[in-house]
């Protein structure tokens, strides 16, 4: 009777080992399907964020326009973007990305526009200062 006893608890002992490496299994294939899918996540997260900047960057050096986004089904752009106050942004991920061309693109493009902001500044100073001319000092 002895030896029944024992063969059902080494019966009962084998069952609940492969109970116990059955959920296991089970959840580290949870744990695996988890990390999986927050992997996709961030990896869809930077697709979307790699095509935002390409959209701004073509935008902003006239390669694309709005109009030319318009008739695909949808398109990305950074948030809050603005073409011209989104330049150092958007050369902070191409840095990143070490594109140092498109880089450059956008670093001509801002001196340029700074450029033509002097210009329009000097103008209009130049345009409404009240020139005091003098008669006396004609010679």
Known sequence: ????????????????????????????????????????????????????????????????SYEDFENLEGFWLPEGFHELESIDNIMEYYIEKEDYEKCAELRDIKAKIARKEATNNLSHLFKTTQWKIDTDDQI
């Not at 006893?5 to 492969?18: P, S």
């Not at 999986?36 to 935008?59: D, G, I, P, Q, T």
């Open 1 to 64: 009777m002895k030896n029944l006893q024992g063969e059902k608890g080494l019966a009962y002992t084998l069952r609940a080992r492969h109970l116990i490496q059955k959920i296991l299994k089970t959840i580290k294939k949870n744990i695996v399907d988890k990390e999986n899918s927050e992997v996709k996540k961030l990896m869809e997260n930077e697709r979307a964020l790699h095509m935002a900047m390409h959209n701004a960057f073509l935008l902003i050096t006239g390669r694309r």
